[in-house]
């Protein structure tokens, strides 16, 4: 089993809105990963938490936060997002080992108004 | 800068043929090497990971790796109408947790 599964599939808000995106996998994944992507580009690495630790933050602005409750859940939280940042938000886990291979979630189309 | 290189195409293939695909990296460190296919709208879909020098088959797909030339390919097979879609491939240093990913190249199966 490789499914990673993500909600809300589809998500309008405003620019004042705050809300949440959310990630779960029961793979055993200690690796997770928010990546944004604009169409005709590939996916934008945003965070990665491995072993419920933050250990990659590529310069993301503040009005996106990660949270990572558990080994098994990751959260986005959205606050004063701007149009530009409406996109597919791609959450992936990754095995170990020699291994190392990502499996993305189906993903969040963003809105903003 | 770690870079990963497609050719974006469109690659135009007809039904059939077989569909074969260029990846150059940057980085000799490189030690994972995947490809994705991604339908429009949809996410990323791995379909094939590669880690030593040669041939690496499954079903209609073939990766090829040659990591003195820094080049990975993918061949499709049988090109079907359903294998239109972009692939990304996608490079994994030694170390870390990141994968760096090519622009994606296009690719169109004509019946």
């Known amino acids: 089993d490789t499914e990673v599964t993500q909600t809300p599939k589809h998500l309008v808000m405003g620019m004042t809105n705050k809300k949440s995106l959310k990630c779960e996998q029961h793979?055993?994944?200690?690796?997770m990963y928010w990546y944004k992507q604009k169409a005709k580009k590939p996916p934008e690495l945003m965070f990665v938490?491995?072993?419920?630790?933050?250990?990659i933050n590529e310069s993301v602005p503040s009005r996106f936060s990660p949270e990572c409750p558990n080994s098994s859940l990751l959260n986005l939280h959205l606050h004063a997002l701007q149009p530009e940042d409406s996109a597919l938000y791609l959450c992936?886990?990754?095995?170990?080992?020699?291994?190392?291979?990502?499996?993305f979630g189906p993903g969040t189309r963003l809105t903003v108004l | 800068q770690k870079e990963v290189e497609q050719n974006s195409g469109p690659l135009s293939v007809p039904e059939g043929a077989i569909a074969s695909l260029n990846c150059t990296y940057s980085?000799?460190?490189?030690?994972?090497f995947f490809w994705y296919r991604q339908y429009s709208g949809k996410s990323p879909e791995l379909i094939m990971s590669?880690?030593?020098?040669g041939d690496k088959e499954d079903g209609r797909f073939t990766a090829q790796l040659n990591k003195a030339s820094q080049y990975v390919s993918l061949l499709i097979r049988d090109s079907q109408p359903s294998d239109s879609a972009t692939y990304l491939c996608?490079?994994?240093?030694?170390?870390?947790?990141?994968?760096?990913f090519g622009g994606g190249t296009r690719v169109l199966v004509k019946p």
């Open positions: 980085d000799r460190g490189s030690q994972s």
């Open positions: 992936a886990s990754k095995t170990g080992g020699e291994g190392d291979t990502q499996y």
């Open positions: 996608a490079v994994k240093q030694a170390a870390g947790n990141k994968l760096t």
């Open positions: 590669i880690y030593s020098n």
């Open positions: 793979m055993g994944h200690r690796a």
């Open positions: 938490y491995s072993y419920e630790k933050l250990s």
